[in-house]
Nanobody, 115 residues
Framework: QVQLVESGGGLVQPGGSLRLSCAASISIFSFYAMGWHRQAPGKQRELVATITSGGTATYVDSVKGRFTISRDNAKNTVYLQMDSLKPEDTAVYYC?????????WGQGTTVTVSS
């Protein structure tokens, strides 16, 4: 069974940084894409960033220039570096991974941006 385990969330002041990690229980070459989604209180889950097996990254407009998604194939881990954080980035962040047949989700990690 595929497992995705997120870590790195926490409380940070506006303008601060956090790095989220998503560790997979199998080789991430098994997935054609991995990504980060987030869900703020009372809102729908939204896609934040994705990265393909070839390393192509895409971002939602609201995080462009502030967030960076990357992957370490040797560690089977995908990261989300979040800089210049804003209160509106507060949410539960979920990692997901896709094959042609399945989509897998982690349990989520909470990011709170507040002074």
């Amino acid at each position: 069974q595929v497992q995705l385990v997120e870590s790195g969330g926490g409380l940070v002041q506006p303008g601060g940084s956090l790095r989220l990690s998503c560790a997979a229980s199998i080789s991430i070459f098994s997935f054609y894409a991995m990504g980060w989604h987030r869900q703020a209180p009372g809102k729908q889950r939204e896609l934040v960033a994705t990265i393909t097996s070839g390393g192509t990254a895409t971002y939602v407009d609201s995080v462009k220039g502030r967030f960076t998604i990357s992957r370490d194939n040797a560690k089977n881990t995908v990261y989300l570096q979040m800089d210049s954080l804003k209160p509106e980035d507060t949410a539960v962040y979920y990692c997901n991974a896709r094959t042609l047949a399945e989509t897998y989700w982690g349990q989520g990690t909470t990011v709170t941006v507040s002074s």
